[in-house]
């Protein structure tokens, strides 16, 4: 494992150091993580700006291979990659295992995306030499790679979003070089990705600089980084404050640029009567299963649940408040997150209305940094005159509101800001009598699910992860799915362009097979 | 002529009014105009929120009869129309009567494209129940309009950039509400434009406030409804300062929204040796027309020529000199256009270096506000170290550079900031010769361009108007050709929906037979 940082095929010192800490333990792990200085960025923003001259323009197969290099080199790092992750994170090896098969399935499927190549959604409108008053010319249109994009690294998914995981993935196969600030609560598992990701762009002869990683353990870097000239994208998942942060930054620049923040969400959930009446207990088991997955720690956590008062209410509050009672504590990410649970979680429990309606039960045990799981209820009048109820709580926590009626439903989701995820839990006749307040979900969110838990975001074409301001920075992105490739381009328009300078994709032929609309239909 | 604000249905006035100025005499108009208040920005804004809620819904036949009866209800107004706006933008009838055209031609454009449908870009995965080690659920997604947006008229298309302009129609095409803030060089125009949308809305029936009109001869206004907590979209053509100054305003929200702003170009040319040699008087010819057409006033005016030095380059320069010189000036829209223009184009012949290589030799007549056309010289050197030479004139004029080499050549490109079009002329060799530096313009521009001037921007499906910054505040997005809906929409995916609650689009049945990815493949 290198502790040092990665810029193009260097590996280079820093004037510090720091060390991972384990949460479970509080421990400090081995390895002396160098914090990159301002030269560094300077230097991989100039690599990767030259490398973007060539890499913008290199072959679909070249790209393609490159992806699936990377995958094969994060397997191939075998069990170390899992046990330090386990030991950065927190995180069961059940779950690390996951989300390394989730990694290396986004390098696959970006590398087919690339290799099918008909996501430069190319559009020919041919020559019309004859049309009066004037002859029309031949104009065709591709999207294209925007230059060096700034990927940071994630605390909460240290594999699939952070050195090799999604943003990284989808930038790459735009054709933008990618530097990623990698996050310091996972430096080791951090390095062995980037070492993959180096042998892959050598093994495939691509321009150094393509690939970088910077290490800090502070903001330093990561300002940098997102204020330099070179940089053309950002891209981020945590904290409203720190992707808010990020944006101020990128817009207050001369030529301000995009960053694409996914920065929480609280997820309502409405749980309707006849469902309820049906199934309290199921509903109980599945929501406090998905409030505590991975300690909470999910992006799309449910942490409002919202229910309409009928006969079996108070079965399933009891439901709900047993099955949190059987969930055990269970490691948090970091220490800065799990203080910041227990605070917010404490403030929520102190505001008016709200009281406790299940806790874990169980010991704390003698490790570090446990989350205790928590449902807490309050009334839709509290609810309403209180914002701070409305703000996420990121961990094993969800708030509880029974409205009493249609009506208030529709107040509480009319109070509601934009969020990534909507769910509703209906039977029968629920989906006709709260048809309304049904679909006016899909004004607030980005992706609105039926009977489902809003937790596992599964990567696929019809994916949607983003939702509107303040769930991500702009809710007309995804960074899950194959759509996520589109934060990385813009189209560019060739006019009466000559057939030799036109890339393959608009070429006449059609030498690459890739789906076209040519003067309004789609052909391939 | 109605003269009043129009808040959906209703007209009403404003507490002072103001009078349109005829830029040829620089007198007024017939007609007091009445400013609107706050209190109509909140009127507008409750009514379009309203309407939204039925609208974003609307079937998609309706919807493209309500773009077809704008189109009709424009073209029913007549010569009134055209007297009207040449009397206010000093434009001649046959500007205004292919505008007219190209407003309406839009207006059918949008609606052909909804009545086809496909442009919701539906992707189906359906589910995988079998799925190892989890079933996969149904997902599909579609794209929905964001809300109520602002469009703000441009005073260079009193008629194809304003009222019912590309912006407008296709706002009204994604399913969104539209509040015009009417440009207040035109505001007979806007009036008589606005009242043909307002009857093919209540023509079909479609919920009051889908369409709203204010006045202001200030920025009040336009302040007011950039910040209004409805509002999700703003939509401007205009100068940098003001397009900036919205897009600053719409950050500072507590809610951020998108400000698509075309914010202006100098849009180079390069012009090669081999090309200057067969044809140097063509050349000159054309880009004097182009420079000059609608007295300069394009956002697509090449207001930057770079050339290569070779033994013509003196010829062609004696050429472009002459070809000025012989074309008579033009009324420009406003005093306020005018007098910017002759202030910035002074202050560019009194920089360093630049020379006047021909200028209008027509006599300036009786007529008020004209412009006077222009081409003046400087050399590279001369050009790098001055940035003020690479922003906009806004008008007539076009600056000449000499490059003395291939490297020469690239150093002016890499000066140069984002633009919405760079043009190349080339002829044979030119092309080999010069390929690097040619291919380097898709970097910097959102449509490049072979032996066609930038003037002239093509209503269809492959066109992109809108490059990286300055040009536009974000070059991914074209407010010209179809592609211009995707500013009012963003992706939801529905994961489990039920069979009745999915939109049409959606549906299994493909009952709109539109075209969709199904499990990874295009079918109709």
Same mark, same amino acid.
Do not use: D, K, L
């Given at each position: 494992m290198k502790t040092q940082n990665l810029i193009g095929n260097q590996y280079t010192d820093g004037s510090k150091t720091f060390r991972a800490i384990n949460p479970s333990t509080g421990k400090e792990l081995e390895g002396d993580f160098q914090v990159a200085g301002k030269e560094d960025v300077d230097k991989a923003l100039a690599l990767a700006e030259k490398a973007f001259a060539v890499y913008r323009n290199i072959d679909k197969d070249t790209k393609a291979t490159f992806l699936l290099d990377i995958a094969a080199g994060v397997n191939a790092i075998g069990d170390q990659l899992i046990e330090r992750a386990m030991a950065e994170s927190g995180l069961p090896m059940g779950r690390l295992q996951g989300e390394r098969g989730r990694t290396t399935g986004q390098l696959t499927m970006f590398a087919n995306l690339v290799k099918e190549g008909s996501w430069v959604e190319a559009v020919i409108d041919n020559a019309q030499p004859d049309r009066q008053p004037a002859p029309r010319p031949d104009i065709r249109k591709l999207l294209v790679p925007m230059g060096p994009a700034v990927v940071f690294g994630a605390s909460n998914f240290p594999l699939a979003f952070s050195v090799a995981g999604g943003d990284t993935a989808s930038a790459l196969a735009a054709g933008c070089p990618v530097i990623v600030k990698a996050h310091p609560a996972h430096p080791g598992t951090s390095a062995l990705v980037a070492e993959a990701i180096k042998e892959a762009a050598q093994k495939n002869n691509l /321009?150094? #600089?393509?690939f970088s990683m910077l290490f800090d353990d502070g903001y330093a870097i990561g300002e940098a980084l997102v204020k330099h000239p070179k940089t053309k994208i950002v891209t981020f998942t945590g904290s409203f404050r720190g992707g808010t942060a990020l944006v101020k930054l990128a817009q207050q620049r001369q030529v301000p640029i995009p960053v694409f923040a996914e920065m929480g969400s609280i997820n309502p959930t409405i749980i309707l009567p006849e469902a309820i009446e049906n199934r309290y207990q199921q509903i109980a088991e599945h929501y406090a299963a998905s409030i505590t997955l #991975?300690? #909470?720690?999910?992006?799309?956590? /449910? #942490?409002l649940l919202i229910t309409v008062d009928s006969q079996s209410t108070g079965k399933f509050k009891e439901a709900l408040g047993t099955a949190i009672a059987k969930i055990a504590p269970a490691t948090m990410l970091t220490a800065g997150i799990h203080h910041n649970f227990e605070k917010l979680s404490a403030e929520v429990l102190s505001e008016q209305g709200v009281e406790v309606l299940g806790k874990s039960a169980s010991e704390n045990g003698t490790k570090s940094n446990q989350a205790v799981p928590l449902v807490a209820e309050v009334s839709v009048v509290d609810f309403l005159k209180n914002p701070k109820l409305s703000e996420e709580v990121f961990g094993p926590f969800s708030l509880l509101v029974v409205a009493a009626s249609v009506v208030e439903l529709e107040q509480v989701i009319a109070a509601l800001q934009g969020q990534l995820t909507a769910s509703v839990v209906a039977d029968g006749e629920d989906l006709i009598n709260y048809k309304d307040p049904i679909n006016s979900l899909v004004t607030i969110a980005g992706r609105v699910i039926l009977n489902n838990v809003p937790t596992g975001v599964e990567v696929v074409p019809s994916m949607q992860h983003g939702g509107p301001y303040p769930a991500t920075s702009d809710g007309r992105f995804t960074s899950v799915g194959t759509g996520a490739i589109k934060r990385f381009v813009r189209p560019v328009a060739f006019q009466n362009w000559a057939p030799d300078l036109l890339p393959p994709e608009l070429k006449d032929a059609n030498p690459l097979g890739i789906w076209r609309s040519v003067d309004g239909v789609f052909t391939k």
């Open positions: /321009p150094e #600089g393509v #991975g300690a #909470g720690q999910f992006c799309t956590n /449910p #942490g």
